[in-house]
């Protein structure tokens, strides 16, 4: 918007009054910008290099999947969450198949749940490792982007040796992972462990203690709590705003409301201030760095990486034992079975079942009807709190009536407004890049 | 750092439930303890009163405004819809959490599906947006999909589609669109 001068008045001295302000000017970033993650548009009102006002455009990646939800069955619509948030797809199945759970009253094997820990936190790592090196990108450094999706693929290798795919998994359906894992895998996947905790002081080596990468990100794009909480952000973007000294509770799903057993892991939550070695992480916050900038943003999702190493080590050794539990079991019932007379087979067999639903199992088939009512769950994913919400039908049809995703980085990408005002257009990808956010999941 | 399991919720659902019937009174029309999810349904005028109780009151504290969804209870078949054992309506459903707290409650509004039973006159729901900052594009994103008019709501267009779309595919009885700027559909 050109500011027009006032007309000069005829027959008065003339003064002339310098308008040294720059005329407004629309910057259209986006759909294709490599910074924004996807297909986001950012219409920027600028003067000069500051931001007056940001108005995001957000849809380019619908594809209905809520619609699709109400029109297949529970299972099937598995493969439509794999393509919500693909680079944490097993932790979208996963909180679908919760959500369906909840509603159905569904009790997995034990077995199933630490699968699904492991599994879920592993690729908690991976989507981590891709926020961490894309942001390095959108700050103008290759070689992070390199080294994380060196890393990324091993756990991408080990996702196709248990399931066959490799980026839209499909593995964690309801009542269970559809496979057991296969033979050996625990043991890759401890190798893989040892590799790559001692690949971390690297990637901090790298950027979190990089002069340029701090001063790109400490102290920019601050979120304050009660913005945060307005808007009801969660994962990273949220706990990088809270304290920890101010005595905000550690906001983490899985602590605050448990699923699949996570409160019987140790972990902590990342949660700042970072001035201390509380996690075992001997880098401290820089100064220029306060909390809610993109830096503490970024510094969570680097602990929450080493919280999740922990968590896998603790559910490998619980899985191996079970395991093993499982395999003399299975032994056992078939080397008596053979002696037993037909009624004893019989019963034998239903208790064996009921052991394999209740403890040693990988998966209970779940009912094909779902019942009336309506469940809402959320699970605490890579990019926050994902939550699925599930309305059965008293006529009892195969198909849901309504099937609702909540984003978590649908919020997340709506502070952008509150805080990219008043910084630099240089800024931008900083704060995009910080929020971490995948267009699939907003758009679904 | 503790590694505590965590506290329970201060207030059982039931309890909050009870505390919004005594003091919104007529407000609230019905409240369902029993459900997986306990949930209050709320006269839609009322709305912004009831949220803003909610999240005003020191021992509730409903800060988090998580989701905000709508839900079309239409069978379109008319032989199932005897059947179906809903009538047609339209739901909004607001799912809130105490930051301090952390208990969880849900609210509904119950709508019909066209205002006044006139077809293509979007049913009117009163905004939130102006307590909770989340309501802003969820609210939009459910006038976009649903056609809710969320009354008083700053900036509502739509969000997901383009702004020529035509119709809201959320609900039961959308036609699928046979052309969109010379691209095939079906």
Redesign the interface.
């Known amino acids: 918007m050109a500011i027009v001068s006032p007309p000069r008045q005829p027959n008065t001295p003339t003064l002339i009054e310098f308008d040294v302000r720059t005329d407004e000017m629309l910057v259209n970033m986006g759909p294709q910008h490599p910074s924004t993650h996807g297909v986001l548009r950012l219409l920027l009102a600028t003067d000069g290099e500051v931001i007056r006002e940001v108005t995001p455009h ?2 380019y990646l ?1 594809r ?1 999947a ?2 699709i939800g ?1 029109n297949v069955t529970p299972i099937q619509f598995i493969p439509y969450t794999d393509r919500m948030d693909y680079l944490s797809a097993m932790n979208m199945n996963l909180g679908y198949s919760l959500a369906v759970e ?2 159905c009253s569904l009790k997995v094997p034990q077995k199933a749940d630490v699968i699904r820990v492991i599994i879920a936190e592993l690729n908690r790592i991976a989507s981590h490792l891709v926020g961490m090196g894309t942001y390095g990108l959108d700050l103008g450094t290759f070689s992070p982007f390199l080294y994380a999706f060196r890393e990324r693929e091993m756990i991408l290798d080990l996702f196709e040796a248990a399931c066959g795919a490799r980026l839209t998994y499909s593995y964690l359906t309801i009542g269970g992972p559809h496979d057991d894992l296969p033979l050996g895998w625990v043991g890759q996947c401890r190798t893989f462990l040892n590799y790559f905790k001692k690949r971390v002081p690297e990637y901090h080596a790298l950027l979190t203690t990089n002069h340029i990468f701090i001063s790109r990100t400490a102290g920019v794009g601050v979120l304050p709590k009660q ?1 945060a ?4 952000c969660s994962g990273p973007v949220l706990r990088g705003s809270l304290d ?1 000294r101010a005595g905000d ?3 983490d799903l899985r ?4 699923y699949c057993g996570y ?1 019987t892991y ?4 990342a949660q700042p201030p970072f001035d201390d070695e ?1 996690f075992g992480i001997p880098y401290r916050k820089p100064n220029e760095a306060v909390i809610g900038d993109c830096w503490h943003r970024f510094f969570v999702r680097m602990i929450e990486v080493v919280q999740s190493i922990a968590i896998i080590e603790q559910a490998l050794g619980r899985y191996e034992k079970l395991q093993d539990e499982f395999l003399a079991a299975r032994e056992k019932h078939l080397a008596e079975q053979a002696k037993r007379s037909p009624e004893e087979r019989k019963k034998a067999e239903v208790a064996y079942n009921e052991l394999l639903k209740t403890r040693l199992g990988h998966r209970v088939e779940p009912p094909r009807h779902l019942p ?5 769950l ?1 699970t605490e994913c890579p990019r926050g ?1 994902m ?1 699925f ?1 599930v ?1 059965g ?3 009892k049809p195969v198909v849901p ?2 099937v ?1 995703a ?1 984003s978590s980085s ?2 997340n990408l ?2 952008i407004r ?1 805080i990219a005002r008043g910084c630099l257009i240089a800024d931008i990808p900083a704060i995009i890049g910080s929020l971490d956010i995948v267009m699939g999941e907003i ?2 | 750092m503790s590694n505590s399991p965590p506290a329970l919720p201060l207030l059982p659902t039931v309890e909050i439930l009870h505390q919004l019937r005594e003091r919104c009174g007529e407000a609230v029309l019905s409240v369902h303890p029993e459900a997986l999810d306990p949930f209050a349904i709320v006269r839609p005028s009322a709305l912004p009163e009831v949220m803003a109780f909610l999240r005003n009151e020191p021992d509730l504290a409903f800060d988090l405004l998580h989701n905000i969804s709508g839900v079309d209870y239409l069978e379109p078949d008319p032989k199932k819809a005897a059947k179906a054992g809903f009538e047609p309506h339209l739901e909004v459903v607001y799912h809130l959490q105490s930051f301090q707290h952390r208990h969880r409650i849900t609210i509904k509004v119950i709508l019909p599906r066209w205002k006044d039973d006139q077809v293509g006159q979007l049913p009117e729901a009163p905004t939130v947006s102006h307590l909770f900052g989340s309501a802003d594009w969820h609210e939009r994103e459910v006038f976009d999909l649903l056609g809710v008019n969320f009354v008083g709501h700053p900036d509502l267009r739509r969000i997901l589609l383009s702004e020529d779309w035509v119709g809201h595919p959320l609900r039961k009885d959308y036609e699928y669109p046979l052309e969109y700027h010379g691209i095939r559909g079906r």
């Open positions: 957000l849809g619908h209905c809520e619609k109400e909840k509603l913005v909480l307005s808007h009801a920890r509770p550690e906001w602590k605050l409301e448990p409160e140790s972990f902590q939550v509380h009336a009512g309506e469940a809402y959320e709190a939550g919400y309305v039908r008293a006529d009536l309504r609702r909540k649908f919020l709506s502070v509150e758009d679904r």
